[in-house]
């Protein structure tokens, strides 16, 4: 079993950054893949970012590709997304995912664990 907890959601105005936090604990080990999703009132969960546990791998949706990053801090058992020049379309609540195997898929149910989601608003 692997538990993720977000962090680092919040209230930005447009253009402003934002650094969202997983933390990991429970059975993780290096052949995972993590991945953020994000889901808009009224609209699917969409993929926004991801990356092998161990590192490498990294994919991004075209839409965040150029302002976010997704990072890992094995030591830590912490992924990041760091988001910039946010815009309005990007408020979602957004999600840390995990998955056993290494490979990165974009389709969210082909993850196995899922965290509570954090708030992302970007005012105009």
């Known amino acids: 079993q692997v538990q993720l907890v977000e962090s680092g959601g919040g209230l930005v105005q447009a253009g402003g950054s934002l650094r969202l936090s997983c933390a990991a604990s429970?059975?993780?080990?290096?052949?995972?893949?993590m991945g953020w999703f994000r889901q808009a009132p009224g609209k699917e969960r969409e993929f926004v970012a991801g990356?092998?546990?161990?590192?490498?791998?990294?994919r991004y949706a075209d839409s965040v590709k150029g302002r976010f990053t997704i990072s890992r801090d094995n030591a830590k058992n912490t992924v990041h997304l760091q988001m910039n020049s946010l815009k309005p379309e990007d408020t979602a609540v957004y999600y840390c995912?995990?998955?056993?195997?290494?490979?990165?898929?974009?389709?969210?149910?082909?993850?196995?664990?899922w965290g509570q989601g954090t708030q992302v608003t970007v005012s105009s």
């Open positions: 995912a995990a998955r056993a195997g290494s490979y990165v898929y974009t389709v969210g149910g082909s993850y196995d664990y």
């Open positions: 990356i092998r546990w161990s590192g490498g791998s990294l």
């Open positions: 429970g059975r993780t080990s290096s052949n995972y893949a």
